[in-house]
């Protein structure tokens, strides 16, 4: 579940093929901060993004 996000755009894409790469940053019990950065074709940064989310329980686990 998200928390927040925020993306911040660099450059103006008007054709071609964009690639995104994310990573976790640092994970707790219950929270997770993700960082991307998102590529044209000549591997150039048109974009970040910043994220934290919610680690929910899966079904049938229990609270602790």
Do not use: P, W
Not at 2 to 8: L, N
Not at 19 to 40: C, F, I, M, P, Q
């Amino acid at each position: 579940v998200s928390i927040t996000g925020a993306m911040q755009f660099s450059k103006a894409c008007t054709a071609g093929v964009l690639t995104a790469e994310v990573h976790e940053v640092t994970r707790s019990s219950r929270l997770v901060n993700y960082e991307g950065k998102v590529r044209d074709e000549a591997g150039d940064t048109v974009a970040l993004f910043q994220g934290i989310g919610y680690i929910r329980n899966k079904a049938g686990e229990r609270k602790q």
